[in-house]
């Protein structure tokens, strides 16, 4: 039996659920709180009926940031970023000698931040900016760090209006914004035969992924799923299966304990400007993009993690 538990308590006061050091390099919440059927927003759906388990229906307690002058510090992951974007474009190394010389609020120590950390403020409850606009004012496509394994020098660039990720050419000019703070990354991973742990989120994962269906058949397989002795698996927000990518593994960005047969997959996260579509995440070139929801697309299921699963009517506090 399903457990289905709300601690409304903890989330509307922001109380810390988990210890700190597992908050530390936690995937928080991707923004979307509110639910979709095949093509457009509905009320969010109660367990065991079509369209549960999307993302909405499993939800986290806001991120909180704080803004100090040209600074916003995230308070969930313990980064410091650049508030807004620098207005000049720059190039790959260069946007790099940036952030290694910028000093804020005599701040020094800054970045060019990791896919991994510019996807936890994408919010995938916006569109154009896909990032909210009180705490960053500014929604240009900027540089990660992450270079690609490639003959032709390539790094990774988060666009702040779509939300997408792509790579292009390091001699490219594109925008900039710094980090600072302890490097976020998945891991480490712990091998429990027909499921694997990420300890960084207390996500447990399927080793092995599943046979290409449409969007809601993959969220009913995985909400019906019963395997490695648990009936609680869910199909992933893109907030979490992009925290696993490891853009370091080639021909696929997946840590090596996982079996994969395709390239990518569906997230339970739908495009928010386009509701027709859902996120999907492609492991071979660790990119996100959308597609159509009654495309049959590859998909794997995870459980646990810091979730609670919300009824539609509490979901609109946030």
Same mark, same amino acid.
């Given at each position: ?60 307690? %806001? ?68 990032? %909210? ?54 891991? %480490? ?130």
């Amino acid at each position: 039996m399903k457990q289905c538990v709300v601690i409304l308590f903890a989330l509307v006061l922001g109380i810390t659920l988990c210890p700190s050091s597992v908050l530390a390099n936690m995937a928080s919440d991707s923004g979307q709180h509110t639910c979709y059927n095949a093509t457009q927003a509905i009320p969010c759906p109660a367990p065991n009926t079509p369209f549960f388990g999307q993302d909405a229906n499993v939800s986290y307690a %806001p991120v909180p940031y704080e803004i100090h002058g040209p600074i916003v510090r995230d308070t969930v992951t313990g980064l410091s970023w650049q508030r807004s974007s620098d207005s000049q474009r720059r190039s790959y190394e260069d946007a790099r000698a940036y952030c290694a010389q910028l000093t804020l609020e005599k701040e020094t120590g800054w970045r060019l931040p990791s896919l991994h950390e510019l996807f936890t403020i994408i919010d995938y409850g916006r569109i154009n900016p896909s990032l %909210p606009p009180e705490f960053f004012p500014t929604s240009m496509s900027v540089w990660a760090a992450d270079s690609v394994l490639d003959e032709t020098p390539q790094a990774y660039v988060v666009s702040f209006e779509t939300g997408m990720t792509q790579q292009a050419r390091t001699l490219f000019f594109m925008n900039t914004r710094c980090v600072k703070g302890t490097p976020l990354s998945g891991g %480490p991973y712990i091998d429990h035969g027909r499921s694997i742990e990420d300890q960084s989120t207390g996500l447990m994962w399927l080793e092995v992924d599943e046979a290409p269906a449409t969007w809601e058949q993959a969220l009913a397989f995985c909400d019906a799923l019963y395997d490695d002795g648990n009936d609680d698996w869910r199909l992933p927000n893109v907030r979490e299966l992009t925290w696993i990518l490891d853009t370091s593994q080639t021909p696929v960005a997946l840590p090596l304990l996982f079996t994969s047969t395709g390239n990518q997959y569906w997230t339970s996260t739908t495009e928010t400007g386009s509701p027709q579509k859902a996120w999907l995440v492609q492991c071979e070139t660790a990119t996100t993009s959308t597609i159509d929801k009654s495309q049959k697309i590859p998909f794997r299921c995870v459980r646990g993690g810091k979730t609670f699963f919300l009824p539609d009517e509490l979901l609109s506090a946030f």
